[in-house]
């Protein structure tokens, strides 16, 4: 019978894999000042996936001249959430791994999407979407896949 340190280890190899995933795809941004990613994954599956940028139909550049990000950039976050609504895929309790802590505006989404779990790779200077998910009793966990470099738990 498996024990619970060795089931809390495969989840943690579960949760920096699903980190350095979105890591890569955050590659996939025309973003200049910051590149994110985000996969949102049920039951060992990715069902969906986003990185920030323009929304569809649009130039894809998300910084003015002034290299300000220009106020219609969606969030990795939003852009994954919102690619769910498109399909068949339902989000109830599953996972947001993402690359940066989410915004206020994200915390909102990933709330009503029914995620129960976000790990994110990256803290930012404003905590308030990380209070406001910790608040709906969602799980959220700060990994930084950098950090565990190459010890992956046995």
């Known amino acids: 019978m498996p024990t619970n340190e060795t089931n809390e280890s495969k989840q943690l190899n579960l949760d920096l894999r699903y980190l350095r995933m979105a890591r890569i795809w955050a590659e996939n941004s025309y973003c200049q000042r910051r590149k994110v990613g985000a996969l949102v994954v049920k039951e060992k599956m990715i069902i969906s996936d986003g990185y920030n940028g323009t929304p569809s139909g649009f130039e894809n550049v998300c910084e003015d001249e002034t ?71 969602i799980e959220v966990t700060y990994l930084n896949p950098d950090d565990y470099e190459h010890k992956e738990t046995k």
Do not use: F, M, W
């Open 67 to 137: 290299n300000t990000t220009k106020p219609y950039v969606l969030h990795a976050e939003a852009n994954a959430i919102t690619k769910l609504a498109r399909s068949s895929n339902n989000s109830e309790g599953a996972t947001l791994y993402v690359t940066a802590s989410p915004c206020i505006e994200c915390a909102k989404l990933i709330i009503q999407a029914g995620i129960k779990r976000v790990i994110y790779a990256e803290q930012y200077r404003l905590t308030d979407g990380i209070d406001l998910l910790r608040r709906a009793n």
